[in-house]
């Protein structure tokens, strides 16, 4: 007699190329597919939102349409990862024009789970620094800010960046050396408009 149990897929070992094509028409695939970049899609809505509730409504209809629209993904050599990526940045960027809200990414949390325990006057020093960091990020073009979102909160790859941006590996490169200069000059600038008040 046949084992009932030895079809059984190990979806946790196969990659997401095979588990697309699964998903197709195994919804178990799909689940892998869920489990493994749910964490990564709500931390990325929920910087570009500020806010948990509207980061779990949207991160949940990331994988509504994700999964709606599964049978016509074609694998044109970009990872799956960077197709939700790109639901999901659609998907914020209609909720900021729903909201009428400015775009943001809301590091405050982030950038405060990094503060180390020091003398009070150091801390005061550094918060007020993140502060100015957190602004003049603020102040960036949404495709800068989503940059830095990718680099420095997703830990990601120019090549992945510019496979979640649509642009060349070279492009996210000089985008994101352009960014820094304009993040590096906004500070001075602040730091120097803090300096005269303090004078004065």
Excluded at 26 to 34: I, K, S, V, W
Excluded at 68 to 85: C, E, M, N, R, T
């Amino acid at each position: 007699m046949k084992n009932p149990f030895s079809s059984r897929v190990d979806y946790k070992a196969l990659d997401d190329t095979e588990l697309v094509a699964l998903a197709k028409e195994d919804m178990d695939a799909f689940g892998e597919l869920y489990e493994r970049y749910l964490q990564k899609i709500y931390s990325y809505v929920f910087y570009r939102t500020g806010n948990a509730h509207d980061a779990e409504d949207l991160t949940a209809k990331v994988f509504f349409r994700a999964l709606s629209h599964i049978g016509a993904y074609v694998d044109k050599g970009v990872p799956f990862q960077a197709w939700l990526y790109r639901i999901a940045h659609n998907l914020v960027a209609n909720w900021h024009r729903d909201q009428g809200r400015r775009k943001i990414i809301a590091l405050d949390e982030y950038v405060a789970h990094s503060l180390k325990s020091e003398a009070p006057d150091r801390l005061t020093e550094e918060r007020e620094e993140q502060s100015q960091l957190l602004q003049a990020v603020r102040r960036l073009p949404e495709d800068r800010q989503q940059l830095l979102l990718l680099k420095f909160v997703e830990q990601m790859s120019n090549a992945e960046i510019g496979a979640i941006m649509g642009r060349t590996e070279g492009a996210i490169k000089s985008l994101y050396h352009r960014t820094l200069l304009a993040l590096r000059e906004e500070m001075e600038m602040l730091q120097n408009s803090d300096l005269n008040r303090s004078e004065g």
